[in-house]
């Protein structure tokens, strides 16, 4: 069975520090381009970061950019997302999704390009 299992979430204070995980199960990672998306109540689902199937290539949307890191370690199949200096508009369910597409640096605007996808992880920023 192909799964994805993301952990890390969390409650934090307001410029704490996260780390998501995100696990591949029933396939490996490593040919695949691999993306962070989040959902706040109320709000569509909105693309955070993208990391090409080597590791060599990412991209985010301005609203985590330096603030957020992607990286990946294909030998333990997963992949990660640190969060830093969160701020309470980053309070989400956080989702990591896969697709076998090719990365380009726009992918994460595309979630319906994600084939599989994992159940989620909350992050809440509050104080």
């Known amino acids: 069975q192909l799964q994805l299992v993301e952990s890390g979430g969390g409650l934090v204070q307001p410029g704490g520090s996260l780390r998501l995980s995100c696990a591949a199960s029933?396939?490996?990672?490593?040919?695949?381009?691999i993306g962070w998306f989040r959902q706040a109540p109320g709000k569509e689902r909105e693309g955070v970061s993208c990391i090409s199937s080597s590791g060599g290539n990412s991209a985010y949307a301005d609203s985590v950019k330096g603030r957020f890191t992607i990286s990946r370690d294909n030998a333990k199949n997963t992949v990660y997302l640190q969060m830093n200096s969160l701020k309470p508009e980053d309070t989400a369910v956080y989702y990591c999704?896969?697709?076998?597409?090719?990365?380009?640096?726009?992918?994460?605007?595309?979630?319906?390009?994600?084939?599989?996808w994992g159940q989620g992880t909350q992050v809440t920023v509050s104080s």
């Open positions: 029933g396939f490996t990672l490593d040919y695949y381009t």
């Open positions: 999704a896969a697709t076998i597409l090719p990365y380009y640096s726009g992918s994460y605007y595309y979630p319906d390009e994600y084939e599989y």
